[in-house]
């Protein structure tokens, strides 16, 4: 059992005293005492005043507590920008091409893509409809503020989006990876849940038995038997239930385009391996890694890694066609990284510079780090023709491509 106490939180105690607190409320609330993890992780991300992600203490870069792709340079956006741009002549956008960023983080992803659209495809940029969907209403303000530039970006909710009305693309960078999870243990060759309490100021893990019939519903989906004999007592793994839930709300938007998911993760097989025994979830903090989600609160970053056989399986239950799925390494050399790193050996630019943006472009497509992410693309309304072509991203080496 992993346990979180006073004396071994080593992050400010005031600040985490609060969110401390949060916790125990919830806790307090229920009939039994005990809330599920995805409650939990929820409350320590989300919680708009002391969650990592819904207070706006993110914290991305070298000198926060993990880097993503977008801060590495402006490569990683202009690139996506390109596959964006191809996209649209796909569908024939001549009028207006709606694309829609799920989770912005600091904006950084954004402005790479407008500057590089503006500048390279000024023609393309003037029908481009640019919408954020951001929950937390920190990030949104400095999000606003690092865009202040650009007159072609509005925030929204999925509310006031209208069903069936998105042509266009809607995508998210390492988005998937942070939503809450259930946490499932196999006990006597029955799944039960992994729940969290607070005693006498301690938070504490407790199992119980499952709170919803949707996490057996989810093993039938991806066709695994965590009961059969080739799983070990007491073997430990994720559910992202809200994945599937998100899926739902994102195919009503669409009417005629595609759905990009750039994440980390496994397909069913691999993710659910019987000696993946306790699971996937991490944490990060300061740029260290580690598996105590009960330590830091609110001022670490918790993730676990996506199912993507999950997001296929039920993004086609929901009329989410599936166009390709291949490693983030794959996609960007599909799509001109390799050139970018061939224009680095003229004498356009500074030793220095050269070197660190070489650095940058390589570890984008590292096969042992950011490399080894996944893109998943998926398609709505798209007519026969359109689902033939086969988009760059896409052209080689995928790892599951429809045609």
Same mark, same amino acid.
């Given at each position: 059992?992993?346990?979180?106490?006073?004396?071994?939180?080593?992050?400010?105690?005031?600040?985490?005293? =609060?969110?401390?607190?949060?916790?125990?409320?919830?806790?307090?609330?229920?009939?039994?005492?005990?809330?599920?993890?995805?409650?939990?992780?929820?409350?320590?991300?989300?919680?708009?005043?002391?969650?990592? @992600?819904? =207070?706006?203490?993110?914290?991305?870069? +070298?000198?926060?507590?993990?880097?993503?792709?977008? =801060?590495?340079?402006?490569?990683?956006?202009?690139?996506?920008?390109?596959?964006?741009?191809?996209?649209?002549?796909?569908?024939?956008? +001549?009028?207006?091409?709606?694309?829609?960023?799920?989770?912005?983080?600091?904006?950084?992803?954004?402005?790479?893509?407008?500057?590089?659209?503006?500048?390279?495809?000024?023609?393309?940029? %003037?029908?481009?409809? @640019? #919408?954020?969907?951001?929950?937390?209403?920190?990030? !949104?303000?400095? %999000?606003?503020?690092?865009?202040?530039?650009?007159?072609?970006?509005?925030?929204?909710?999925?509310?006031?989006?209208?069903?069936?009305?998105?042509?266009?693309?809607?995508?998210?960078?390492?988005? #998937?990876?942070?939503?809450?999870?259930?946490? !499932?243990?196999?006990?006597?060759?029955?799944?039960?849940?992994?729940?969290?309490?607070?005693? /006498?100021?301690?938070?504490?893990?407790? #199992?119980?038995?499952?709170?919803?019939?949707?996490?057996?519903?989810?093993?039938?989906?991806?066709?695994?038997?965590?009961?059969?004999?080739?799983?070990?007592?007491?073997?430990?793994?994720?559910?992202?239930?809200?994945?599937?839930?998100?899926?739902?709300?994102?195919?009503?938007?669409?009417?005629?385009?595609?759905?990009?998911?750039?994440?980390?993760?496994?397909?069913?097989?691999?993710?659910?391996?019987?000696?993946?025994?306790?699971?996937?979830?991490?944490?990060?903090?300061?740029?260290?890694?580690?598996?105590?989600? @009960?330590?830091?609160? $609110?001022? %670490?970053?918790?993730?676990?890694? *996506?199912?993507?056989?999950?997001? /296929?399986? %039920?993004?086609?239950?929901?009329?989410?066609?599936?166009?390709?799925?291949?490693?983030? /390494?794959?996609?960007? !050399?599909?799509? $001109?990284?390799? /050139?970018?790193?061939?224009?680095?050996?003229?004498?356009?630019?500074?030793?220095?510079? *050269?070197?660190?943006?070489?650095?940058?472009?390589?570890?984008?497509?590292?096969?042992? $780090?950011?490399?080894?992410?996944?893109?998943?693309?998926?398609?709505?309304?798209? =007519?026969?023709?359109?689902?033939?072509?086969?988009?760059?991203?896409?052209?080689?080496?995928?790892?599951?491509?429809?045609?």
């Amino acid at each position: 059992m992993i346990l979180a106490t006073k004396n071994n939180i080593f992050h400010d105690f005031k600040s985490m005293r =609060s969110i401390l607190d949060i916790v125990n409320d919830k806790v307090q609330s229920t009939t039994n005492k005990c809330i599920t993890f995805f409650d939990y992780m929820n409350l320590v991300l989300y919680d708009s005043q002391q969650g990592y @992600y819904g =207070s706006g203490n993110v914290n991305i870069g +070298s000198e926060g507590d993990f880097f993503t792709s977008s =801060s590495l340079g402006p490569d990683f956006g202009e690139l996506l920008a390109e596959q964006f741009k191809e996209m649209a002549e796909t569908l024939g956008c +001549s009028n207006k091409f709606t694309l829609i960023e799920v989770g912005a983080g600091y904006a950084v992803l954004a402005s790479d893509i407008l500057k590089y659209l503006e500048k390279k495809y000024p023609e393309f940029y %003037q029908i481009l409809d @640019y #919408i954020i969907i951001e929950e937390s209403e920190a990030l !949104i303000k400095k %999000q606003k503020e690092h865009l202040k530039h650009f007159s072609k970006i509005k925030w929204s909710s999925w509310e006031d989006i209208s069903n069936n009305s998105v042509v266009g693309c809607i995508f998210s960078n390492e988005l #998937i990876d942070a939503f809450p999870v259930h946490q !499932i243990i196999v006990q006597d060759k029955e799944l039960k849940e992994v729940y969290v309490t607070v005693r /006498e100021g301690n938070i504490e893990e407790t #199992i119980q038995e499952l709170s919803t019939s949707q996490l057996l519903e989810y093993f039938q989906l991806i066709n695994i038997d965590l009961t059969s004999q080739h799983y070990p007592e007491n073997y430990r793994t994720e559910v992202n239930l809200k994945a599937l839930n998100w899926l739902e709300t994102v195919s009503h938007k669409i009417k005629k385009g595609y759905l990009v998911t750039i994440d980390y993760g496994h397909i069913a097989s691999k993710y659910y391996h019987p000696q993946r025994y306790q699971g996937t979830l991490s944490c990060y903090y300061q740029h260290r890694y580690h598996c105590n989600p @009960y330590i830091n609160l $609110g001022s %670490q970053d918790i993730t676990a890694h *996506v199912d993507f056989s999950a997001m /296929e399986i %039920q993004g086609n239950l929901l009329g989410l066609e599936l166009i390709g799925l291949t490693q983030q /390494e794959l996609f960007f !050399i599909n799509l $001109g990284l390799g /050139e970018r790193l061939a224009e680095l050996s003229s004498n356009k630019y500074k030793l220095s510079d *050269v070197l660190a943006r070489r650095d940058s472009l390589r570890q984008l497509i590292d096969p042992g $780090g950011l490399g080894r992410f996944k893109v998943l693309i998926q398609g709505k309304g798209l =007519s026969k023709v359109e689902k033939d072509i086969i988009l760059s991203g896409l052209k080689h080496n995928s790892l599951h491509n429809k045609n």
